[in-house]
């Protein structure tokens, strides 16, 4: 039962995996520059090291995107006044603009997921999900000490995105 349970668990997130790539590319973004943009949204004047942290990706692929993301006409680098070697970033009107497209398609699939899941079953898979989550962190042991920060940093509804709920 359970390996049923975890293919049906990895078909939905390849599906969605799927769904995200070709939807973000419909708006001129590349897969993964969503989350780096919601969270720039979220904290405008960010640096890229907060969201390599937040996101638990490198430093190095956090670069490569912001580069890519400033050059596209999505954001906007300013030198830290405090800080001349770094900088700060600010979203654009283009992307605020692919940013609110890319998350009302997000959201329109989600809803389609959830469309006829009952406010009673949704409660339940919550719960189930938060029994995962916390089985994983509650057996999780010293050599993934990685895991576990990321557990304790992330609130369970957050998704990987800095607005979602």
Request: proline content about 2%.
């Amino acid at each position: 039962m359970q390996q049923s349970l975890l293919k049906k668990m990895n078909t939905f997130w390849a599906l969605r995996g799927i769904f995200i790539q070709r939807q973000t590319s419909a708006t001129g973004l590349y897969q993964g520059q969503l989350p780096i943009l919601e969270y720039i949204v979220a904290y405008p004047g960010c640096m890229q090291n907060d969201i390599a942290e937040h996101l638990h990706i490198s430093a190095a692929s956090v670069a490569a995107s912001t580069k890519r993301l400033q050059k596209a006409g999505f954001l906007k680098k300013q030198v830290d006044t405090h800080n001349l070697r770094c900088n700060q970033l600010f979203i654009t009107e283009e992307g605020t603009q692919a940013v609110q497209n890319c998350r009302q398609l997000l959201n329109e699939f989600d809803n389609c997921c959830f469309s006829d899941f009952s406010e009673e079953d949704l409660q339940s898979l919550e719960k189930l999900l938060t029994r995962m989550i916390d089985n994983i962190a509650k057996n999780n042991d010293e050599k993934n000490f990685c895991l576990h920060d990321f557990l304790l940093k992330r609130p369970h509804n957050q998704g990987g995105y800095a607005d979602e709920q």
